[in-house]
């Protein structure tokens, strides 16, 4: 149980373009989602909380009209990488919390590579 | 805000030998404490947690961890390490305040034969 889906795996894309990622919450429902950014050998790095149907908080230094969240249902999110640079190359992650309890469960991430 | 500092970068232990990773937290009241492994390009996986009670907490694939509130501290134990357990792993904390965790810098731990 607490699966957590990402798609796709990895996308790469020319700079300048906007890249959607999918989370979703494969048998449970997620009253709160997460989106995490990791650089190589470092930890997680929290951009941004959203919960279902109300707008996503953003973490300080998040570029909250660069990276577009949406929480339309209680079982997917999307993190909508608009004009993406090269910089904006790295793995993105997101978790999912069920509507009881306090544990995120993590997707397999996405790597995100621009060119 | 509640911290976690992961002391260990680095790691390296035989295969069969016990294994101790060490997490210390920083929060003023008990927190929600985590331990979560992962493996090269993949996500992370849940292998134990402590919100309350019994301090000495088991997880998956035969790691355990004990909260000890006067050390602050969360560390993962196994008694024999295999192979297959080389992989980043990650301490997080959690407050009561909110859900978003803090997660420590991560162990990356290598199991040589």
């Known amino acids: 149980g607490a699966v957590v889906s990402q798609h796709p795996s990895w996308v790469i894309c020319k700079s300048g373009t906007s890249v959607k990622i999918e989370c979703r919450s494969l048998?449970?429902?997620?009253?709160?989602m997460f989106w995490y950014r990791q650089f190589p050998k470092q930890s997680l790095m929290l951009m941004a909380t959203?919960?279902?149907?109300?707008?996503?908080?953003?973490e300080q230094g998040v570029e909250k009209d660069k990276f577009l969240i949406n929480h339309a249902s209680l079982t997917l999110s999307t993190l909508t990488v608009t004009s993406a640079h090269p910089e904006d190359s790295s793995f993105y992650i997101c978790?999912?919390?069920?509507?009881?309890?306090?544990?995120?469960?993590f997707g397999p991430g996405t790597r995100l590579l621009v060119l | 805000a509640q911290s976690v500092t992961q002391p260990d970068i680095h790691i390296t232990v035989s295969e069969g030998a016990s294994l101790e990773l060490r997490c210390n937290y920083s929060?003023?009241?008990?927190?929600?404490l985590f331990w979560y492994v992962q493996s090269p390009g993949q996500g992370l996986q849940l292998l134990l947690k402590?919100?309350?009670?019994?301090?000495l907490v088991q997880g998956i694939k035969g790691f355990e961890a004990e909260f000890k509130r006067s050390q602050s501290s969360f560390n993962l134990r196994k008694p024999s390490v295999h192979w297959s357990d080389a992989a980043e792993y990650f301490c997080?904390?959690?407050?009561?305040?909110?859900?978003?965790?803090?997660f420590g810098k991560g162990t990356s731990l290598l199991v040589t034969p």
């Open positions: 929060y003023g009241a008990t927190p929600y």
């Open positions: 048998d449970f429902q997620a009253t709160t």
């Open positions: 959203s919960n279902e149907g109300s707008k996503a908080t953003y």
């Open positions: 402590y919100f309350s009670g019994d301090t």
């Open positions: 997080a904390v959690g407050s009561y305040t909110g859900y978003a965790l803090n």
């Open positions: 978790s999912a919390r069920p509507q009881q309890g306090r544990t995120q469960y």
